[in-house]
Nanobody
């Protein structure tokens, strides 16, 4: 079972950028599809982006499309989420998770392993 840890969260001003990293420990990382999710206080968890194994597919939610970029480096067992043009609505705890698939049109499938999350706060 792969284990995931997120990093890169912090406080950023509106319009700023952050780079989140999901680091995996465990075998066969390159066979996993990975999703990024976020949850703000009193809001439902939202699937933000996902990337299929061997970069087979990439998905972005409408709320982040054009501002966020997901990528993976299987040699380093990492998935990166580059976030730009951040606004207050992006404030949340961000999690990465293994998912059973990533559909370019419909997003991630069922989740399995989760990281502990990293907090992103967009505030002036």
């Amino acid at each position: 079972q792969v284990q995931l840890v997120e990093s890169g969260g912090g406080v950023v001003q509106p319009g700023g950028s952050l780079r989140l990293l999901c680091v995996a420990a465990g075998p066969s990382f390159d066979y996993y599809s990975i999703g990024w999710f976020r949850q703000a206080p009193e809001k439902e968890r939202e699937a933000v982006s996902c990337i299929g194994f061997s970069v087979g597919s990439i998905y972005y939610s409408d709320s982040v499309k054009g501002r966020f970029t997901i990528s993976r480096d299987d040699a380093k067992n990492t998935v990166e989420l580059q976030m730009s043009s951040l606004n207050a609505e992006d404030t949340a705890t961000y999690y990465c998770a293994t998912v059973d698939y990533c559909s370019a049109n419909y997003g991630p499938g069922s989740t399995a392993a989760w990281g502990p999350g990293t907090q992103v706060t967009v505030s002036s």
